[in-house]
């Protein structure tokens, strides 16, 4: 889902699927959030995040991070039928300087393999709304288009393909996250 969607605008079936995972949080939300269990094949992964305020200078405190992916496979449900709400999800609430983690494994493409790997993160802040962010890309996946990987560059620091790194079997992506004025849905 793109982030210039207007309200008016959002898929249904994404909306019903993303207020159904809503109703699944858990009553306790800290900064570290587990999308995929312990034993879900695959490469594990740590996405370290940290999200501003719009400005993007000051960080922000108390933002619910909501995550969902596929697992290596690229799917986000199992057995070809769409579940509610997403198989690998998980919530995070920034720390006070904006800080959140994700442990997780690396998603998979869709099967279709021409939409790289990714992971969705929406945003819930008290002061700013519900809002989308870019999803997260990989920069050693080759199905990162060259415009993308030109548009995240000159986003700077808050470009959404990143670097992966590798310690001890474990991939490791720091992303950053620019919350905007309003929200989106």
Do not use: C, N
């Not at 982030?3 to 249904?12: H, L, T």
């Not at 070809?80 to 919530?91: A, E, M, N, T, Y």
């Not at 920034?94 to 994700?102: P, S, V």
């Not at 998603?107 to 802040?125: F, K, N, Q």
């Amino acid at each position: 889902m793109l982030a210039s969607v207007a309200p008016g605008q959002v898929d249904p079936q994404w909306l019903r699927l993303w207020e159904e995972a809503q109703r699944h949080r858990p009553a306790g939300v800290d900064s570290t959030a587990r999308l995929a269990p312990p034993d879900e094949p695959g490469t594990p992964l740590i996405v370290h995040g940290q999200v501003f305020s719009p400005h993007g200078k000051a960080p922000a405190p108390g933002v619910v991070v909501f995550a969902y992916q596929t697992d290596r496979d690229g799917l986000y449900f199992r057995d070809g039928k769409p579940g509610s709400p997403w198989r690998l999800q998980g919530w995070a609430r920034t720390d006070e300087e904006g800080r959140f983690e994700l442990r997780t494994i690396r998603p998979g493409p869709y099967p279709d393999r021409r939409v790289p790997a990714h992971i969705h993160l929406t945003l819930t802040s008290p002061v700013y709304g519900r809002q989308w962010t870019p999803s997260l890309l990989f920069a050693d996946d080759p199905l990162v288009t060259p415009e993308e990987r030109e548009r995240s560059a000159s986003a700077g620091r808050f470009g959404r393909v990143r670097k992966v790194g590798m310690r001890e079997g474990v991939a490791h992506v720091e992303v950053f996250l620019k919350l905007k004025s309003g929200p989106d849905f």
